[in-house]
């Protein structure tokens, strides 16, 4: 299985910054893509990036340009630094990892239990 633990959320003002961090933990063998996904009230959890071991990224056009994914593949950790936040940022933030843990070994999403991120206006 795998654990994910996300930190870093909080209260910010608009226009400011937040780096997200995301640790994997557990027994698996590989880790093949890890992403961040949110949710507002009232909304459906929507992508906002991933990464895949390879070093490619993809990210939601609300947040091009802003927000930048990263990975650790030796920590197994995944960051997603967030500059220039808006008030319409302000969701619970998710882990995602994409893995191969146990039979019968066919890559399988994990989810953190996510953090809060409030943006003021």
């Known amino acids: 299985q795998v654990q994910l633990v996300e930190s870093g959320g909080g209260l910010v003002q608009a226009g400011g910054s937040l780096r997200l961090s995301c640790a994997a933990s557990g027994r698996f063998f590989s880790i093949n893509a890890m992403g961040w996904y949110r949710q507002a009230p009232g909304k459906q959890r929507e992508l906002v990036a991933t990464i895949i071991s390879g070093g490619n990224t993809n990210y939601a056009d609300s947040v091009k340009g802003r927000f930048t994914i990263s990975r650790d593949n030796a920590k197994n950790m995944v960051y997603l630094q967030m500059n220039s936040l808006k008030p319409e940022d302000t969701a619970v933030y998710y882990c995602?990892?994409?893995?191969?843990?146990?039979?019968?070994?066919?890559?399988?999403?994990?989810w953190g239990q996510g953090t809060q991120v409030t943006v003021s206006s």
């Open positions: 995602k990892a994409v893995a191969i843990a146990s039979a019968p070994f066919v890559p399988r999403d994990y």
